[in-house]
């Protein structure tokens, strides 16, 4: 299983940014996906969630109207559309599925 993570940076606050996460290994399309985050010091918190079909998401409420979670599964690539980031959006960005996360993406957000 392969999860690489791509896409950070650093951007003002009020900014975007879109993530991906490109997959192999497994059978992506019927798998569902999430991203997490991790600040210093801190475990991962998942942040967004979607089917194997794209057909339902969830976002957690602090990012919910600002992040869109979405995914390619003619192109085995998961998406993280951030927009109006803020300083306390920053951290490493993974992609993952049950119990398993991927090489992350560092985003920071300046204020």
């Known amino acids: 299983v392969q999860l690489q993570a791509s896409g950070g940076g650093l951007v003002h606050a009020g900014g975007s940014l879109r993530l991906s996460c490109v997959a192999s290994?497994?059978?992506?399309?019927?798998?569902?996906m999430k991203w997490g985050r991790q600040a210093p010091g801190k475990g991962i918190e998942r942040v967004a969630t979607i089917n194997g079909d794209g057909s339902w998401s969830h976002t957690i409420d602090s990012v919910q109207d600002r992040f869109t979670i979405s995914r390619d599964n003619d192109k085995n690539t998961l998406y993280l559309q951030m927009h109006s980031l803020k300083p306390e959006d920053s951290g490493v960005y993974f992609c993952?599925?049950?119990?398993?996360w991927g090489q992350g993406t560092k985003v920071t957000v300046s204020s």
């Open positions: 993952g599925f049950n119990d398993i």
């Open positions: 290994g497994f059978t992506f399309a019927r798998t569902a």
